[in-house]
């Protein structure tokens, strides 16, 4: 809900009637505006880099790469990440790899944010929001050719960045390709010290193309494959030796006068490597690999009649999810186990979506999913290794899940109020319903899933003002709030033991009757002179569970002032931002309290014009753009709530990136 405010607090010259959506978004490759958000770092920042910039988003670091994202104080498993409509699951037990860290900044055109209940259509399981991560795609009757190129150096942990991609395009068809390389040696925290395991490489190349059939009738095509090797997580007791994706799609589009169908056939897969071979002292080595691949299908029919926009999705995936571990205590024989047990989910749904214009200054969102599922446990190992515990489980189970959410919105003179309401449920994870003996640094404790969850459920009511009292100011205040019911949480099991050396004990996963997360936010934007624009920002959230105990990992108070000077093609920023200490954190869950800190950051980007007078002379769209800037320009030594086991975040960072576009 943040978010609604955020992306229409910079569009506001006029009373709008804007979609009364949550939705954010930040864009990778074009130009920022209307609301949307972009990197300081452009099209070279980093997926995680660019996920920083929504609202409502933190993200869970273990490392240097692949960051987790956190929407509304709420981890993966109350998310939903689809690319391009497509679900996608990681394959890590341990989560060191979400989806997003599958694709590349290249790849992608922007990436959406729908707060809250009121997912994008082919979202399930969103009760805290769903990530849509937009591909990018030249389309038919662009430019005929088109060729870009970036770099990037940072200096603190030698980052380097490098990408290119070419692209032809005509009425009848398009065709782009692409590849980006990042390469990190180990980074220096605040202070100078090097942070041991904290360096990473990855490839990644993509392809996607259109054919257009008839006039209105057309076939696109998507491949993408990454891999990331070598990754360190300072964070956790082992690192990946290798990560893996696959993605491809085909898709076929019918356009009619007033409304549009898509249908889209993809297929993905993953492969994580864990390794500990390069860590010192360690005890028992492990091999850890995951695997998941799935497969589905979406047809989206979206029209509009009379002041409705309405959306129509039916979607249908299958997924397998697989780990093991193998342990070789030194001298003995080793130890086999299966982690997840070859699970099977195949999951199919109907969502419906509506904007309704009520009338010039009135607008009524509304959208609705529901969803079935089977899983079924193919690993008969893991099977009976997890029945041991529950004698009464099945190897097969079913889910309904669904949601609901309307959001309402008008516009008085030089107010905008936004309310919406919401309900909506998820089925238990894989890892949260079968995992076994999953190993969790955070806490110490080993995790055993649960076969008997219920699913979890959760009302979230959230409201905003917006206030533009001049020309030049605009003030925001939003807040959400979500009420759960049988929340889902790992529990204390003194009867068992754990398998991990140094674990605590042991958890297993089960329902709580309640716990309620809030999360409320100030902003406010104001434009001094022409050229001078000031903006801050100030939130708040809380999370509890059924005993009134702090949940784990929820923010503390954290804030943001920005100061933009826009000159011609020069733009030049300078941020401060922090966060007060962590003064309701999850003792009981294992969790220790973050310090406060604050940092300083600076970057300026400069623009050059197209050669050849071409008119186009657009900041973003000139030949070569330079965007130069040091992030935490004193050299803190600091770590946020979010840096997992309060690994330090990086000292002081200079870097330089390059685009140049012909
Ligand atoms: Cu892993």
Redesign the pocket.
């Known amino acids: 809900m943040l978010t609604v405010l955020l992306s229409t607090i910079l569009l506001s010259d006029t009373v709008t009637t804007e979609k009364a959506q949550n939705l954010d978004e930040v864009v990778i490759v074009s130009e920022a505006g209307r609301g949307r958000k972009r990197s300081v770092k452009g099209q070279v920042a980093s997926i995680d880099e660019h996920l920083s910039e929504l609202c409502n988003v933190n993200l869970v670091r273990r490392g240097s790469y692949a960051w987790e994202p956190v929407v509304n104080n709420m981890q993966t498993e109350r998310l939903s990440t689809t690319i391009d409509g497509m679900k996608i699951f990681y394959a890590?037990?341990?989560k060191?790899?979400p989806v997003t860290s599958y694709v590349e900044s290249g790849n992608l055109q922007s990436i959406s944010l729908n707060s809250g209940l009121d997912g994008n259509p082919q979202a399930t399981g969103n009760i805290g929001g769903s990530l849509d991560l937009k591909l990018r795609k030249t389309g038919f009757d662009n430019d005929p050719y088109h060729v870009s190129l970036s770099a990037g150096h940072e200096w603190n942990g030698h980052v380097q960045v490098y990408g290119a991609d070419a692209a032809l395009s005509s009425h009848k068809m398009y065709l782009n390709a692409g590849a980006f390389y990042r390469h990190a040696d180990n980074y220096k925290v605040g202070g100078s010290d090097e942070l041991q395991f904290s360096q990473f490489q990855k490839v990644n190349i993509f392809t996607n193309a259109g054919l257009r059939l008839a006039e209105k009738d057309m076939l696109e095509a998507t491949f993408i494959f990454d891999r990331a090797t070598n990754v360190g997580y300072p964070a956790l007791n082992?690192d990946?030796a290798k990560a893996e994706g696959l993605i491809t799609s085909l898709s076929y589009k019918h356009l009619f006068s007033r409304a549009s169908w898509e249908t889209k056939a993809y297929y993905n897969h993953i492969t994580?490597e864990?390794d500990d071979t390069k860590r010192p002292d360690v005890e028992i080595h492990m091999d850890?690999p995951?695997k998941s691949w799935t497969t589905g299908i979406y047809s989206l029919l979206t029209t509009s009649l009379k002041q409705h926009d309405l959306a129509l999705n039916y979607d249908l995936y299958y997924n397998r999810l697989f780990a093991d571990m193998t342990m070789y205590p030194g001298g003995a024989a080793p130890m086999y186990m299966v982690t997840w047990p070859d699970v099977g989910t195949l999951n199919t749904g109907v969502a419906l979506t509506d904007n309704v214009r009520i009338a010039r200054n009135q607008s009524l969102r509304f959208s609705a999913k529901v969803a079935w599922q089977q899983q079924r446990l193919n690993n008969e190992e893991g099977y009976h290794a997890l029945r041991v515990f529950f004698p009464s489980m099945q190897d097969t189970y079913h889910q309904t899940t669904g949601r609901l959410a309307a959001n309402y919105q008008l516009s008085v003179a030089n107010y905008q109020f936004n309310i919406g309401a919401g309900w909506g449920s998820r089925a238990p994870t894989v890892t949260e319903a079968y995992g076994y003996y999953l190993n969790n640094t955070f806490d110490q404790y080993d995790y055993i899933g649960n076969p008997s969850l219920k699913n979890e459920s959760a009302v979230e009511l959230n409201g905003a003002v917006k206030w533009h009292p001049t020309e030049r100011v605009n003030v925001a205040l939003d807040g959400n709030v979500f009420l759960f019911s049988n929340y889902i949480i790992g529990q204390f099991e003194t009867r068992l033991s754990p398998m991990t050396v140094d674990a605590e004990g042991v958890k297993v996963y089960g329902n709580i009757s309640h716990a309620t997360i809030a999360n409320t936010s100030l902003t406010a934007e104001w434009q001094l002179m022409e050229q001078l624009r000031w903006n801050g920002k100030v939130s708040y959230s809380s999370g509890r569970d059924a005993d009134g105990d702090p949940l784990p990992l929820i923010s503390p108070v954290s804030w943001q002032m920005e100061l933009q000077y826009n000159y011609q093609r020069l733009l030049a920023q300078a941020t401060v931002k922090g966060n007060t200490r962590q003064n309701c954190y999850g003792k009981k869950y294992g969790e220790t309290a973050a310090s406060e800190w604050a940092i300083i950051n600076l970057s300026a980007q400069y623009g050059f014009l197209r050669p050849f007078g071409s008119k186009r002379a657009k900041l973003e769209r000139s030949s070569m753009t330079v965007r130069v800037g040091i992030e935490n320009v004193f050299d803190k030594h600091y770590a946020t709530y979010a840096d997992w086991n309060h690994i330090p975040q990086k000292g002081r960072n200079i870097y330089l990136n390059l685009t140049f576009a012909l």
Do not use: I
Request: aromatic share 0%.
């Open positions: 890590c037990t341990d060191m790899d082992m990946v994580h864990m850890m995951g």
